[in-house]
């Protein structure tokens, strides 16, 4: 029992640091978490925000 509470903490862990990357588009500042395949979120104050989009094969989508 307290080994799978360990790897609960673990995967909280990796979850949270998840690295992201500050793109621009159109002049205004987003967070992604892969340049060619992966979400883009929106920039909260300094912060990663809700997703707002995708990015497929280096083209950035934004959701409606």
Excluded at 6 to 16: G, I, P, S
Excluded at 36 to 64: P, Q
Aim: proline share 2%.
């Amino acid at each position: 029992p307290s080994a799978d509470t360990a790897d609960t903490a673990d995967t909280a862990d990796t979850e949270e640091t998840s690295e992201v990357f500050e793109i621009e588009i159109d002049d205004k500042t987003y967070y992604c978490d892969d340049e060619e395949n992966g979400n883009i979120y929106e920039e909260d104050d300094g912060e990663v925000g809700e997703i707002v989009g995708e990015i497929k094969d280096g083209e950035a989508t934004f959701f409606e």
